[in-house]
């Protein structure tokens, strides 16, 4: 659990400030990579999804030392107008944004991708899970005068196929392309946009998904370190990317997976 692990403080982020989207509970991977990011010395705007979440978010903000929380809903331009001038009224600007968000019904992630994809679904998945980085990116951006870098999660389930993964598999895919694009679009101004692919972890939105438990045990079981990944894995690529020692890396989908991803055929038993 996220909580088991102490993140490595330093000075990597110091002076740093930026703006993590997805936190919604202690095990969400935008809480494990904001414990990182305020271990190094980033100061942090925390958005969270509606006025529900705040009672569990701001105990976590807090525990960090901090207090600047937004509340943001990216189907809502109102909503994100609000938040982005918010953080520009308070710091004018900023050197990092994590993008952790992601939706698709229930209904939708179960069984055939074929079957039980509905246009009011896929328009959700993709308007919440791909639009919503696009939006960020850009509205980011704008507040970046001196550069920075951004990161988004995706997950394998872009590349190969995943049981019950689905629709949310098409809009990872569609995340993947859209990061390599706004990398493109924003390197000229020293923003490096990357994408981290993590392997199946323990949070709400996994257990959104059928099957989501026995994704974790085929994820470690298969995986070349035969073990879950870890949230000390994701959140310290986060901070190799969003620091200085992720300089000169842009449009990059890192997998942090125990090597999962790699795999084609799993062991075999002995003949
Ligand atoms: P999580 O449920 O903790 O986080 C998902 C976040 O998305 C929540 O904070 C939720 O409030 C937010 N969100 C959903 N709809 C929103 C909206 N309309 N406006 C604003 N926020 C909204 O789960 P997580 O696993 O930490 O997911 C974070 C990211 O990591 C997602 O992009 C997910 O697809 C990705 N990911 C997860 C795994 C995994 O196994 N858990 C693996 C790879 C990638």
Redesign the pocket.
């Known amino acids: 659990m996220a909580d088991d692990w102490t993140p490595p403080s330093g000075d990597l982020m110091k002076g740093k400030r930026g703006i993590v989207?997805?936190?919604?509970?202690q095990?969400?991977?935008?809480w494990g990579i904001a414990r990182q990011l305020a271990a190094q010395g980033a100061e942090i705007a925390f958005t969270?999804?509606g006025e529900n979440?705040e009672r569990r978010v701001r105990p976590l903000v807090e525990s960090i030392g901090m207090d600047f929380m937004i509340p943001?809903?990216?189907?809502d331009d109102a909503s994100m107008d609000a938040a982005f001038d918010a953080v520009k009224d308070k710091w004018g600007k900023i050197d990092f944004l994590v993008h952790?968000?992601?939706?698709a019904g229930k209904d939708e992630l179960q069984g055939s991708m074929v079957a039980n994809t509905t246009r009011e679904g896929f328009r959700r998945a993709m308007d919440?899970?791909v639009y919503?980085f696009i939006d960020c990116a850009r509205r980011a951006s704008e507040i970046m005068p001196d550069g920075g870098a951004m990161i988004?999660?995706?997950?394998l389930g872009a590349e190969r196929t995943v049981p019950s993964y689905n629709v949310?598999g098409v809009a990872?895919a569609a995340l993947e392309a859209a990061t390599r694009y706004a990398a493109r679009d924003l390197g000229p101004q020293g923003i490096r946009v990357n994408a981290i692919?993590?392997?199946?972890?323990r949070?709400?939105?996994?257990a959104g998904i059928r099957g989501g438990k026995s994704l974790m045990g085929t994820g470690r079981d298969w995986s070349l370190l035969k073990e879950d990944t870890r949230m000390e894995g994701v959140a310290g690529a986060a901070l190799y990317l969003l620091s200085e020692l992720g300089h000169s890396v842009a449009g990059e989908v890192h997998h942090v997976d125990a090597g999962f991803h790699v795999v084609g055929v799993p062991d075999l038993p002995e003949d």
């Not at 952790?100 to 939706?103: N, V």
């Open positions: 989207m997805g936190v919604a509970n095990n969400s991977i935008a969270y999804q979440l943001a809903d990216v189907t952790s968000i992601a939706f919440i899970s919503s988004c999660m995706t997950y949310m990872k692919s993590a392997g199946a972890m949070t709400l939105s996994l």
